[in-house]
């Protein structure tokens, strides 16, 4: 997916490719933790980690959303939204990571 909105008149909002080195960072944390046993002070130092990763995504997704929704609302005086089924376009195996994401075609930030 290489627009995250297009309105009716054609404007494209490209989709924000920023997301990407921290949810890199996440695919590296994550294994690392998975790895760790229960119970000792870096396996709480791992969680810690990844819980700043997860955070840092869902703000970073959270402030685009927050102002592209102000800027569509500040510039236009009606807005209409199309449903869409979602549980069937992700079964398009090429668009499903890009469709499920958090930030993609869910409403959610996180």
């Known amino acids: ?7 009716s008149h054609g404007e494209r909002i490209a989709h ?9 960072a996440l695919k ?8 760790k046993q229960r119970g000792p002070a870096n396996r709480a130092k ?3 980690k990844v819980a700043r990763q997860h955070a840092k995504v869902c703000d970073a997704r ?10 569509l609302v500040r510039g236009f005086d009606r807005i209409a939204l199309e449903d869409l089924t979602v549980a069937i376009m ?9 469709i499920s994401r958090p930030g993609g075609l869910s409403s959610a930030p996180c």
């Not at 997916?1 to 309105?7: A, I, P, R, S």
């Not at 924000?16 to 890199?24: I, K, N, T």
């Not at 959270?62 to 800027?71: A, Q, S, Y």
């Open 28 to 35: 590296r944390d994550q294994p690392i933790l998975a790895r």
């Open 62 to 71: 959270g402030d685009f959303l927050h102002k592209t929704r102000t800027d």
């Open 46 to 48: 791992a969680t810690a």
């Open 90 to 98: 992700v079964k398009n195996r090429a668009l499903s990571t890009a």
């Open 16 to 24: 924000p490719r920023h997301m990407d080195p921290h949810e890199r």
């Open 1 to 7: 997916m290489t627009d995250f909105l297009v309105l």
